[in-house]
Nanobody, 123 residues
Framework: HVPLVGSGGGSVESGGSLRLSCAAS????????TGWFRQAPGTEPEGVAS????????YYADSVKGRFTISQDNAKNTLYLQMNNLKPEDTAMYYC????????????????WGQGTQVTVSS
């Protein structure tokens, strides 16, 4: 059981930046895969980025490559998502999650989820 606390969402204009954080309270995520997903109204969850905390290998959705960067601070047991050059299409509820099996963008592989944090990007 890994309780997760996500934060950092907000409202920005197109081209702006946000930094999301997700802290695993009371548990270590070292050796697990942690990731970010997003879901806009009426759509299925979309895998944004993930990182295997054991070796640092990462996954990025094509739509965010070159703009988003995922990282993990094992000492703080915290996951980050740096989002630059935000676009209106990035508007969604963002969720952090932990997988004990596969890494990647398939939401059903992730067993533990934090509360969503809303990201809104205006034109």
């Amino acid at each position: 059981h890994v309780p997760l606390v996500g934060s950092g969402g907000g409202s920005v204009e197109s081209g702006g930046s946000l930094r999301l954080s997700c802290a695993a309270s009371g548990y270590t995520t070292s050796g697990y895969c942690t990731g970010w997903f997003r879901q806009a109204p009426g759509t299925e969850p979309e895998g944004v980025a993930s990182i295997y905390t054991g070796d640092g290998n990462t996954y990025y959705a094509d739509s965010v490559k070159g703009r988003f960067t995922i990282s993990q601070d094992n000492a703080k047991n915290t996951l980050y998502l740096q989002m630059n050059n935000l676009k209106p299409e990035d508007t969604a509820m963002y969720y952090c999650a932990v997988s004990r099996s596969k890494c990647g963008g398939d939401y059903f592989e992730y067993a533990y989820w934090g509360q969503g944090t809303q990201v809104t990007v205006s034109s």
